[in-house]
Structure formats: structure tokens, C-alpha cells
């Protein structure tokens, strides 16, 4: 199958700093990357979805000014978790497709620890 | 928005029996179910999947049936072995596109 990678695989910040998490296809064009943050022993939940070249579609509760996703290559997604507060640690995982119909590809994750 | 409820939360069965996920969603129009398995700390892997068009798929120890009426599927795992303790989410979505995921699963394979 396709290969996503992640990077950091895990951080930790103080409260109030900002993380950027790059998720990237290794070996295909991802047309929509799509993010999420699952927390301890919970579902994966939807954050947004990015395609390349446009704004991103965040889901309903994710506040756009706090998670700043760009979807800047076909092999490149941020996510950037601004002012960012311990509530905020979490599991972020990213996926990738070669088109909105296709197959989702997911990253290993980014373990975010906000002190 | 797609609503999907995965039933139980845990399961522990004998090393050799069977384990059976169960799965509703709400969104009639969802045409695409896959199922992942997840170890601490790693990624989904996508273990099965099936379309609308299909009523059941197998491959090797693992099925999954899908009952587009009752708006219900199932994952099924025969001969369990203790490499199969993990968490399991079943997810739903029209077309593969914003996957919609259930609760997860915790299945735990006693020797």
C-alpha cells in the first residue's frame, strides 16, 4: 500500500507556543489529506479536510483559527496547533488519498504533550 | 451527519474462538465500511472493507457482512490468535470520502 509519514512522531510544548505537524505521501499524489485527533482510548474524530491548492473544510467544533492546516504539494499537509493549551494534547493523525474517492492512507500519528 | 455506533466497547475471547463486532450507521446513502485495527500508539490499518454492493467478504480469518436494510455490519474473526488483541473501529462513508468512525473496539485474545 501507499506510504504516510508524519513528523514529529511526538512533541512536547509548554502552554501558550505553537506545533506544526507535517504529514507527507511518500510514494503517490494526495490530492485531500484529511486530519484527526483521537484521545486516549477514544475514536479517531474528524478535524478537517484539506485539498491541495485550497482552504481547508474543518468539521463542526474545530476552531479554523487554532488548527491552521495547508495543503501546499500533492505530498504536503500542516497542521499548525496555535496557542496551544494542555487540553489540546492529544493523538493527531493525518491520512492521505490519491483522489476524494480513493482509499485513505493514514500517517503513524504525532504524539502532541502540551505542559 | 453520518452517525456510526460500534457495540461491544470490549471483548475477551479464548484463543480459537470467534469474535463478532457489530456496527449500525445512519446516513442511508453511506455506500463504503471499512474496518481498521489499531495497536497503542500505531496507526489504523485497514484490515477489510466492503461496498454497498456486496452483502459479505471474506478474506482468510476475517468477514464482514453488511445488511443495507437494517443499515448494519459486522466484523467476524474466526480462530483468534493472541496477535489479534488490539482495538478495532468499524467506519462508514459515501464513497470512501469523510469516514465516519464507530467507538472502537478493545478485543483482548486470552492464551
Known amino acids: 500500500g501507499a506510504v504516510v509519514s508524519q513528523h514529529p512522531s511526538r512533541v512536547i510544548c509548554k502552554s501558550g507556543t505553537s506545533v506544526k505537524i507535517e504529514c507527507r505521501s511518500l510514494d503517490f499524489q494526495a490530492t485531500t489529506m484529511f486530519w484527526y485527533r483521537q484521545f486516549p482510548k477514544q475514536s479517531l474524530m474528524l478535524m478537517a479536510t484539506s485539498n491541495e491548492g485550497s482552504k481547508a473544510t474543518y468539521e463542526q467544533g474545530v476552531e479554523k483559527d487554532k488548527f491552521l492546516i495547508n495543503h501546499a504539494s500533492l505530498t504536503l499537509s500542516t497542521l499548525t496547533v496555535t496557542s496551544a493549551h494542555p487540553e489540546d494534547s492529544s493523538f493527531y493523525i493525518c491520512?492521505?488519498?490519491?483522489?476524494?474517492?480513493?482509499?485513505?492512507?493514514f500517517g503513524p500519528g504525532t504524539r502532541l504533550t502540551v505542559l | 451527519g453520518e452517525n456510526v455506533e460500534q457495540h461491544p466497547s470490549t471483548l475477551s475471547v479464548q484463543e480459537g474462538d470467534s469474535a463478532v463486532i457489530k456496527c449500525t450507521y445512519s446516513?442511508?446513502?453511506?455506500?463504503?465500511f471499512p474496518w481498521y485495527k489499531q495497536e497503542l500508539g500505531k496507526r489504523p490499518q485497514l484490515i477489510i472493507d466492503i461496498r454497498s454492493n456486496v452483502g459479505e467478504k471474506k478474506d482468510q480469518r476475517i468477514a464482514v457482512t453488511l445488511n443495507k436494510t437494517a443499515k448494519h455490519f459486522s466484523l467476524h474473526i474466526t480462530e483468534t490468535q493472541p496477535e489479534d488483541s488490539a482495538v478495532y473501529f468499524c467506519a462508514a462513508s459515501i464513497s470512501d470520502y469523510k469516514l465516519s468512525f464507530g467507538a472502537g473496539t478493545t478485543v483482548t485474545v486470552r492464551a
Open positions: 491520512s492521505a488519498s490519491a483522489s476524494v474517492y480513493n482509499e485513505q492512507f
Open positions: 446516513d442511508s446513502a453511506s455506500n463504503y
